[in-house]
Every structure is written in C-alpha cells, then in structure tokens.
C-alpha cells in the first residue's frame, strides 16, 4: 500500500474506558464483533471476523475528568512528520510520538478546535491493512467542532481531505459539511450545539440489522441517546451509549442493497494480534442520513439541557423553601430571645424591689431599736 493511500485514512479506533471487563462483554451483545488477546499488557484487540478493527484498554488514572470514549487513529507514513505538520497548523500534542513494539509508531493530538485524535504508522514488518469486514467495521467518521471551516482546512492540510457537498441544517446547527478521501465520502463536520459541549469525534458501526443492534444494546445496559430513525436513501442510524458512558452510533445500510453480494473479505491470512492495527474502508450511509444524525444529536442535547435547566429550578426552589424555613426558624429563636429577655428584665425589676423594701423594713427596725 501507497504512503498515498496510508495518509489520511481511519486505522485504528480504541475505546478507553473505566471498565474494560464489562465493555469487553457489552460490544459483542451491540455489533458483530469479538476480542482477542495482545502482545501488551491491558490491552485487548476487537475483532470483526478475521479482521482487527479496534482496540480496548483502561482510562488512565491520570485522566481526571475525562469520560469514557472512543480514539480514531489515522494513517500516516511517519507519525513524526505528520504531528510536527500538526503543530506548525496549530494542533496540541497530548502524547508525544512513541513506539509500540514490533507494531507500530503513535502519537495523540488534539485540533485547533479540540477535538482529540490519534496518528499511526504501522512498523515496516507489519502486514497492510486487510479487506474491510461486511459487518462490524467503522463506516462514518463524524466530528463535532466549533469552527468547520477552520477544521476542514487543518485536516485537509494535515491529510489531503477535501471538501465534499453541504447540506444545509438551518440556522441553529448550520451546514454539515462531508469531506472526502482518496475521492470517497467518510465523514462529515458539524457545529457543537452550545458552549458546553466539547468538539470531538463519533464513529458508527456497520451492523446487519439496527433494531436487533439497539435492543442488545438497552438489554445489556446501554443507552439510546436517539432512534432507531430511518433517513432518506433507506439507511437506519442509531445513537448510543455504553453502559460506562462511551458515545458511538451504528448505521444499517438500506434493506434493498443489504440483499447484494457482500465485498468478499481478503484472502491473506489474519494478522496476529501484535500485527498493526486493520482499517476498515467506511461504507458511509448518505449524506442526508448523516445530516439527519447531526439533527438527532441536536434533539438529544436539547433535551438534556431542558433536563439540567428543569433540575436546577428544582434545586433553586428547594434552596429558597430551605432558606425561607431558615428565616422563619431564626425569627422564632429571636422572638423567644426578646421574650425571654422581657421576661428575665421583669424578674429583675421584681428582685430589685423586693430587695429595696427589705431593705427598708430592716432600716426601719434598726431606727427603731435605738430610740
């Protein structure tokens, strides 16, 4: 394979979660895939067929507030190259490059925007990248950002993408803009939705059928976000959540075209589990299906943040009855201050007197005694 074809490609995608036994068990449930054991330590290859796609590992401990999700790597000849050209265009290097043994070289990174991604260059011993599986591979790469424009243009530097067409998804979300690689559309660039929301990447699964996809998935404890939702074109697209908090989507090609010959899987033999990571070529859903996910993810975050303004209200509500019993509460200890002040001042006045006619009566008897 050409350093032509390695630039700019999605090789490798890693799932970094807070627990990798119960992930582990999840995604064989969800999408047609299987896990296999590594050459490294904690480090566990998902497996789709005879295909490596992907990869397992623990969130680092280090990683204080950062949730559960999925890392695409991309391709590249030379990962050192590639990360100093991502700086120069105003990237920041999270994990500078690093060797994995007799698999390849690796850096992590996130764009000018924020939005985290990796770079890979497999070892000159590793086999190429096989033949993308019929089920279970990566089809569409979707990255939220803050500035589209601006990440089409790092990327397209970085990796020669080029920008495809744009669908308009009116005022509040703007244009979902695809973009292209090596003259194929696999992915596409959309508008965070609120201040809040962070830029990243969602990758979504190939699967056979969606509604089976989605019931394993709530089953084992997952959580659809939005769907199952049919777009234009017959695709069926799906956003979930796995049970540790990991974002992904999966994508059911139309019913019509699932009945054709599937691409026939490559007849070398299957890479060992040390071998360098497999790509599968996305079998992207239609633009107008990826438009309408973008319109889903929307709708999802709209109703968490209708969700979180509704639970604070509840909480300033709460916080004001508090307050007000707090009030009533000191107004009552203070009233029985002020009576109980009246009252020990009468006491003493009471005293007082009785002490000043003692006093009298006692003077009265002592002038008495002496005449």
């Given at each position: 394979?050409?350093?032509?074809?390695v630039?700019?490609?999605?090789?490798?995608?890693?799932?970094?979660?807070?627990d990798?036994a119960?992930?582990?068990?999840?995604y064989?449930?969800?999408?047609?895939?299987?896990?296999?054991?590594?050459?490294?330590?904690?480090?566990?290859?998902?497996?789709?067929?005879?295909?490596q796609i992907g990869?397992?590992?623990?969130?680092?401990?280090?990683?204080s507030?950062?949730p559960?999700?999925?890392?695409?790597?991309v391709?590249?000849p030379?990962?050192d190259?590639?990360?100093?050209?991502?700086?120069?265009l105003?990237?920041?290097?999270?994990?500078?490059?690093?060797?994995?043994p007799n698999?390849g070289?690796?850096?992590?990174?996130?764009d000018?925007?924020?939005?985290t991604?990796?770079?890979f260059?497999?070892?000159?011993?590793?086999?190429?990248?096989?033949?993308?599986?019929?089920?279970?591979?990566f089809?569409?790469?979707?990255l939220?950002?803050?500035?589209?424009?601006?990440a089409?243009?790092?990327?397209g530097?970085?990796f020669?993408?080029?920008r495809?067409p744009?669908?308009?998804?009116?005022?509040n979300?703007?244009?979902?803009?695809?973009?292209?690689?090596?003259?194929?559309?696999?992915?596409g660039?959309h508008?965070?939705?609120?201040?809040s929301?962070?830029p990243?990447?969602?990758?979504y699964?190939?699967?056979?059928?969606?509604?089976?996809?989605?019931?394993?998935?709530?089953?084992?404890?997952g959580?659809?976000?939005?769907?199952?939702?049919?777009?234009?074109?017959?695709?069926?697209?799906?956003?979930?959540?796995?049970?540790?908090?990991?974002?992904?989507?999966v994508?059911e090609?139309?019913?019509?075209?699932?009945?054709?010959?599937?691409?026939a899987?490559?007849?070398?033999?299957?890479?060992?589990?040390a071998?360098a990571?497999?790509?599968?070529?996305?079998?992207a859903?239609?633009?107008?299906a990826?438009?309408?996910?973008?319109?889903?993810?929307?709708?999802?975050?709209?109703a968490?943040k209708?969700?979180?303004?509704?639970?604070?209200?509840?909480v300033?509500?709460?916080?004001?009855?508090?307050?007000?019993?707090?009030?009533?509460?000191?107004?009552?200890?203070a009233?029985?201050?002020?009576?109980?002040?009246?009252?020990?001042r009468?006491t003493?006045?009471?005293?007082?007197?009785?002490?000043?006619?003692?006093?009298?009566k006692?003077?009265?008897?002592?002038?008495?005694?002496?005449?």
């Open positions: 394979m050409s350093n032509a074809e630039l700019g490609r999605f090789v490798w995608h890693e799932l970094m979660t807070t990798t119960a992930a582990a068990a999840f064989p449930k969800v999408v047609s895939w299987r896990t296999a054991p590594s050459s490294m330590p904690g480090y566990t290859i998902w497996m789709a067929g005879q295909t990869g397992l590992m623990q969130l680092p401990s280090d990683s507030g950062t559960p999700h999925w890392l695409v790597y391709g590249t030379s990962v190259a590639t990360c100093s050209h991502a700086q120069a105003g990237a920041r290097v999270v994990k500078p490059p690093a060797d994995i698999v070289r690796f850096a992590v990174l996130t000018p925007q924020g939005a991604f990796a770079l260059a497999a070892a000159g011993s590793a086999p190429p990248p096989g033949a993308p599986p019929a089920l279970g591979g089809s569409w790469h979707e939220a950002t803050t500035d589209s424009a601006g089409l243009r790092f990327y530097e970085l020669g993408w080029r495809g744009a669908h308009d998804m009116g005022a979300m703007g244009p979902y803009q695809i973009f292209e690689h090596a003259g194929k559309q696999v992915g660039m508008a965070v939705q609120g201040p929301t962070p990243s990447w969602l990758s699964v190939h699967v056979g059928e969606l509604a089976r996809a989605i019931a394993a998935a709530k089953a084992a404890g959580r659809l976000l939005h769907g199952p939702m049919e777009v234009p074109g017959g695709s069926w697209i799906g956003l979930l959540m796995d049970p540790q908090g990991g974002a992904f989507a994508h090609a139309p019913r019509a075209a699932a009945t054709q010959a599937k691409p899987l490559a007849k070398a033999p299957a890479p060992k589990p071998a990571p497999a790509a599968a070529k996305p079998a859903p239609a633009a107008a990826v438009a309408k996910a973008a319109v889903a993810l929307k709708v999802v975050r709209k968490k209708k969700v979180a303004r509704k639970t604070a209200r509840k300033r509500r709460a916080g004001r009855k508090v307050a007000r019993k707090a009030r009533r509460a000191g107004r009552k200890v009233r029985k201050a002020r009576r109980a002040g009246r009252t020990a009468r003493t006045r009471r005293v007082a007197r009785k002490v000043r006619r003692a006093a009298r006692t003077a009265r008897r002592v002038r008495g005694r002496r005449r």
